[in-house]
Nanobody, 126 residues
Framework: QVQLVESGGGLVQPGGSLRLSCAGS????????MGWFRQAPGMERAFVAS????????SYANSVKGRFTISRDNAKNTVYLQMNSLKPEDTAVYYC???????????????????WGQGTQVTVSS
């Protein structure tokens, strides 16, 4: 069956960096648009970043633009989220998701995604 497994979360001080990874199995990874979402306590799940199947297109939430970078390695069935200049408000559970693509495009709508990982906690605190 399809599995998405996130890793790389943890506790980091404000201004620090983390790199999240999401490894996929049981799917043709290169056929899926990949996305990162996050959910803070008491909040709805929110879009963070998305990358098209080719890697040519990427999109970011305004709150992370210029600080976070999404990338993918289709040969390794893995998508990454490099997070720099982290702020306390970035604290959340981060989820990766896969959307079977019809086009080489990004997708920001969570309900369009077919598969989700279990999430990894990111805590930004001094």
């Amino acid at each position: 069956q399809v599995q998405l497994v996130e890793s790389g979360g943890g506790l980091v001080q404000p201004g620090g960096s983390l790199r999240l990874s999401c490894a996929g199995s049981g799917l043709t990874f290169s056929s899926y648009t990949m996305g990162w979402f996050r959910q803070a306590p008491g909040m709805e799940r929110a879009f963070v970043a998305s990358m098209s199947v080719s890697g040519r297109y990427a999109s970011y939430a305004n709150s992370v633009k210029g600080r976070f970078t999404i990338s993918r390695d289709n040969a390794k069935n893995t998508v990454y989220l490099q997070m720099n200049s982290l702020k306390p408000e970035d604290t959340a559970v981060y989820y990766c998701a896969a959307d079977l693509a019809r086009f080489d495009a990004i997708e920001a709508r969570p309900y369009e995604y077919d598969y989700w990982g279990q999430g990894t906690q990111v805590t930004v605190s001094s």
